[in-house]
């Protein structure tokens, strides 16, 4: 089956400094990779839409400029958080889909925990 | 905008016992999915629904999606204390493949 991974899975850093994370498809080319953000006890939100060598198109109310999202290969997308605070403390899941096993199905990362003091 | 709303938000119910989850969505879509998250871990696909009236079983879970009535449900069969965990499910609106995701419905089994 379909295998994504991240990485880190989880990272803690200062108040100002940007956090790197990264979501890649492990057994499939991925055409397009999406980023969603949960915080405890509440749902997925989704972040951004991110298509292989194309600019992340952003949900409403996501900075652009803050989650910088890169998608440079079919097996990699990347999520920057720069100059992170404590109130982007969260869940970052990235899922991806493509390749031969169709568009319907999301396959799921297994998330990155990070923690801003 | 399409809105994804669940019910119920948490469901306490005894093992053995039959339960079912629903997943209501305000515009058009053909595709719904169901997904499982174990506390601290990520999702894990059970169900794609793909057309109206389609039924899909996996053990004591089953599926359905009526589009007419923009109705998913996820019913439980003679519960077991390994199906706590927090479901949810997910639309995608139109033609996209983007997933707008409902609250979630936090289920423990008790003994």
């Known amino acids: 089956g379909a295998v994504v991974s991240q990485h880190p899975s989880r990272v803690i850093c200062k108040s100002g400094t940007s956090v790197k994370i990264e979501c890649r498809s492990l057994d499939f080319q991925a055409t397009t990779m999406f980023w969603y953000r949960q915080f405890p006890k509440q749902s997925l939100m989704l972040m951004a839409t991110?298509?292989?060598?194309?600019?992340?198109?952003?949900e409403q109310g996501v900075e652009k400029d803050k989650f910088l999202i890169n998608h440079a290969s079919l097996t990699l997308s990347t999520l920057t958080v720069t100059s992170a605070h404590p109130e982007d403390s969260s869940f970052y899941i990235c899922?991806?889909?493509?390749?031969?096993?169709?568009?319907?199905?999301?396959?799921f990362g297994p998330g990155t925990r990070l923690t801003v003091l | 905008e399409l809105k994804v709303e669940q019910n119920p938000l948490f469901l306490s119910m005894q093992e053995g016992k039959n339960y079912t989850i629903y997943c209501n969505y305000s515009t058009t879509s053909d595709r719904l999915y169901w997904y499982r998250q174990d506390p601290g871990k990520s999702l894990e696909s059970l169900f794609v629904l793909l057309s109206n009236g389609a039924v899909k079983q996996e053990g004591r879970l089953m599926a359905s999606l009526d589009t007419k009535a923009r109705l998913s449900t996820l019913h439980i069969t003679a519960a077991v204390h390994d199906l706590s965990a927090t479901y949810f499910c997910a639309v995608s609106p139109g033609s996209s493949y983007k997933l707008i995701f409902g609250s979630g419905t936090r289920l423990l089994v008790r003994p």
């Open positions: 991110s298509n292989e060598g194309s600019k992340a198109t952003y």
């Open positions: 899922s991806a889909t493509g390749g031969g096993f169709g568009t319907d199905t999301q396959y």
